[in-house]
């Protein structure tokens, strides 16, 4: 269930609610374009100032919209483990195949507390659970140590890694269970983290260019190690424009500038800079893509 190319959603809004056209819309072309699954509510989708109300409601849709056809990872994360029970209860209960685990943020809490943290959630649902570790949003890395103790809980099954550390990435396969899951949380360290033996990313340049996220995956999971390797430097210039500011800015203004949501943010997050809105249209441009609006 967890190899290949997972699509990390922006979340669309329309005169400040969410837009549930575009929404569905964007989840169609995701499967169109081949990826392996679809992952809402994580960092990307803005999930930090979504309600609880509208946080439910995207997971509903996306499982709605992508209709069995690719399983669905609900981002249900939180800084409260009562608060991740609750919103990772509604994703099971709505027909999510998995959810994302985002290590609590601002607390800082110890491993022990990572640890335990993660344990509470893991007695409290059924459903597959992958973790996310990205400190440089947290402000708390969690160690391979930590991340192998979880592995072999019951229905604890992956981790999204995204410290930008291959030798973390490294040690965190080593030391985990043989099925354990490892996907990149970084588009820029795809290919060289399926070389360590991970199996896929969550990405957010699929947002953009679904085909070819998901084929330079598939092509090294099947082998084609040259063949991955070309499309990785063809997407590195779009890589590095979706992080020109903090994600999901640059990935909504693409999307934005290729006609297919609103460009709309919530604050804090405010629109792309002059200076960095010309590199973006740049980099859309030189990839090919048909920018309808800027």
């Known amino acids: 269930m967890l190899k290949g190319a997972f699509t990390a959603l922006v979340t669309p809004f329309k005169e400040g609610v969410l837009d549930e056209s575009a929404f569905t819309q964007l989840v169609k072309s995701q499967i169109e374009g081949g990826v392996q699954g679809l992952v809402p509510c994580g960092t990307t989708g803005e999930s930090a100032t979504l309600t609880h109300e509208e946080h439910n409601r995207v997971i509903d849709l996306a499982i709605e919209a992508a209709g069995g056809r690719v399983p669905v990872i609900a981002g249900t994360g939180s800084n409260s483990t009562a608060e991740t029970i609750r919103l990772t209860r509604h994703a099971e209960d709505a027909g999510a195949q998995a959810a994302l ?9 110890s491993q022990a507390g990572l640890f335990a943290h993660y344990r509470a959630v893991s007695e409290a649902v059924s459903i597959p ?116 500011e903090t994600n ?10 290729l006609g297919l949501i609103e460009e709309e943010l919530r604050l804090p997050l405010v629109r792309l800079s002059g200076a960095n809105r010309e590199k973006l249209l740049h980099a859309l441009k030189c990839y090919g893509l048909a920018v309808k609006g800027i």
């Open 129 to 244: 659970l992958v973790l996310y570790n990205v400190p440089g949003r947290t402000g708390v890395n969690m160690t391979p140590d930590t991340v192998a103790r979880l592995s072999e809980l019951k229905n604890i099954v992956g981790i999204k890694e995204a410290s930008g550390d291959l030798a973390q990435v490294s040690r965190v396969i080593e030391l985990c269970i043989d099925d354990f899951y490892v996907l990149s949380g970084d588009d820029f360290t795809t290919l060289p983290l399926l070389s360590l033996g991970g199996c896929g990313v969550i990405s957010v340049t699929s947002n953009i260019v679904p085909a070819d996220v998901s084929s330079m995956v598939g092509k090294f999971l099947s082998g084609d190690i040259d063949g991955a390797r070309v499309i990785h430097y063809k997407l590195s210039p779009l890589n590095r424009a979706m992080f020109l």
């Open 248 to 257: 999901p800015v640059p990935a909504k203004t693409a999307l934005a500038m």
């Open 101 to 109: 685990l985002i290590t609590p943020y601002y607390n800082k809490p």
